[in-house]
């Protein structure tokens, strides 16, 4: 019996190389110049200088282009239906953002059918992984019905390994007067239907939709049934959403726009990461999340798209990166290291946001000689080649 390896590619002449590996290279980013990367499967096999790369079956010449690792995108909103450009046409023109809008999503969603979310959810992640998003997490969260949300689960596990529940998105029209028996719902038979297709549990912690008591519940529900919590915490003012992450050991507190003192405190004495999401402040006008207040506190941030039909209509990786440096005040390496580590740790993944041997082969390829360009030359396509799981895309 005889037995066949993959071929083995190797990446040379990259300007500029991210490893997020400080053992690799200099400074927290681990950069490398005039480096080498070699694909060995869907694994990274060696990282060094071109001048050492070993021989490869294959051999790809970067030709001066950075590269650094794919994008993780952990914490996005793909299976729906509908479209909401009137409200936020109304939005840019003087309306404020509430929860509310989420209503007219779920009505859509329930009516679509499952080839049609199938295909948008497709549509996205190929949207993200053309700009280099390769691991992206998505949530339920715009059906409420057992059935709607399990089936949502169920299409987003077809595509993506990293899947939420996030029945406690809002509370629906159909339960408006009895918001603990929609509680009950979530925990009982919601939670029964949807933990077979998801990792995560999440709930939108803030008024209007669940209160830290609500929360609490939802989240040690899952907890019970195996699933990890995450939060969508402080996004529209002051609340109990951060502290109450750090409470159940939630991977991430998500937004993180409105916080004090004793919230900077607890993420940073925690390894629960602060996920900033700055689509949804370009997209509502809203205050800008301070990253740089996080940063000094020695909190870990993550930054992602929070891609949704209503708050934040964007794949783009790059854009996000492109608004925390210009609007909340992160340098460009740190918000580079925030969309790939950072987003790895949001998901508490050691096998993605780094290159580095043993990391699965994501890279991304830059039409530029830095990182640096990704904040730079904003809204320019610059990402020209991404290797997933070891393919050339």
């Known amino acids: 019996m005889t ?6 590619t190797a990446i040379t002449h990259i300007s500029q190389l991210v490893t997020n590996d400080p053992s690799l290279g200099e400074g927290p980013l681990g950069l490398i110049q005039d480096a080498a990367v070699v694909i060995d499967g869907d694994r990274i096999a060696w990282v060094g200088t071109s001048s050492k790369a070993p021989a490869t079956d294959n051999a790809v010449d970067a030709g001066g282009r950075a590269a650094l690792p794919g994008f993780v995108d952990s914490h996005s909103h793909l299976v729906f239906a509908g479209d909401r450009t009137a409200e936020f046409n109304a939005r840019m023109s003087g309306r404020p953002y509430s929860a509310g809008g989420i209503r007219t999503t779920v009505a859509a969603t329930r009516a679509a059918t499952d080839d049609a979310l199938r295909a948008n959810v497709a549509r996205y992640l190929a949207e993200g992984l053309r700009q280099g998003t390769t691991t992206q997490e998505t949530k339920s969260g715009y059906g409420l019905t057992v059935e709607d949300e399990a089936r949502a689960l169920r299409i987003a596990a077809e595509q993506t390994d990293e899947v939420t529940f996030l029945g406690a998105h809002i509370v629906p029209p159909d339960y408006a007067d009895d918001p603990a028996g929609y509680v009950g719902l979530v925990t009982g038979p919601m939670l029964d239907a949807c933990a077979p297709y998801a990792r995560w549990i999440d709930v939108f912690c803030e008024k209007g939709a669940f209160d830290g008591d609500q929360a609490r519940a939802i989240l040690t529900a899952g907890k019970a049934r ?42 940073a004495q925690s390894d629960t990461v602060a996920t900033l999401l700055p689509g949804a402040e370009f997209s509502t006008r809203a205050t800008w999340p301070d990253a740089r207040r996080l940063l000094d506190a020695g909190a870990t941030v993550a930054l992602s798209t929070d891609c949704n039909p209503g708050s934040s209509f964007t794949s783009s990786m790059p854009f996000c990166i492109a608004l925390a440096v210009r609007d909340m005040g992160m340098t460009p390496d740190e918000a580079v290291w925030s969309a790939t580590a950072g987003g790895a740790r949001a998901l508490r993944r050691t096998d993605v946001g780094r290159i580095a041997p043993g990391a699965r082969a994501d890279l991304a390829l830059l039409d530029a000689p830095s990182h640096v360009h990704l904040a730079y030359r904003p809204g320019v396509p610059l990402v020209s080649a991404v290797w997933h799981k070891g393919v050339l895309i």
């Open 3 to 8: 037995t066949t390896s993959a071929p083995t």
């Open 226 to 267: 195996g699933l990890e919590p995450r939060v969508h915490a402080n996004q529209l003012g002051h609340g109990p959403g951060v502290q109450l992450a750090v409470e159940l050991g939630a991977a991430s507190a998500d937004h993180c726009t409105h916080l004090t003192d004793a919230d900077i405190d607890a993420l």
